[in-house]
């Protein structure tokens, strides 16, 4: 379905894709076992529109469309003894903003 072109940066955004996918399918069910119907409609629905898009690799630069599922983890990770977890979260959330700003400084200049 989705090609690489051999060039890194494409391999990059290809891999963080195949991530991506599966990750927003998990949120969308922990959305509705957590009784979040309107939340998990709203997720599931730009989700689905960006999985079945085949015109550019596009799920991990539209992670705004997932707000409610940091919302959810916000929520989870507001409990007592969830350091480790805490760390977890903000090195994702680091990593995903040097990804975005990877792919912007560095995008335009492939292909």
Do not use: K, N
């Not at 709203?42 to 919302?71: E, I, K």
């Not at 916000?74 to 040097?98: E, F, I, K, M, S």
Request: include cysteine; hydrophobic fraction near 55%; aromatic fraction near 8%.
């Amino acid at each position: 379905m989705w090609q690489s072109t051999g060039d890194r940066l494409h391999q990059v955004q290809w891999g963080l894709e195949l991530v991506t996918a599966p990750l927003l399918v998990l949120g969308v069910v922990l959305l509705v076992r957590a009784g979040l119907l309107a939340e998990a409609i709203y997720v599931g629905s730009a989700s689905a529109a960006l999985l079945t898009s085949t015109t550019y690799l596009s799920l991990p630069r539209s992670t705004l469309t997932a707000l409610p599922l940091f919302l959810l983890g916000a929520r989870a990770l507001a409990r007592p003894g969830r350091r480790v977890a805490v760390v977890l979260t903000a090195a994702g959330c680091l990593a995903g903003t040097v990804a975005t700003a990877w792919w912007h400084l560095y995008g335009e200049q492939v292909g």
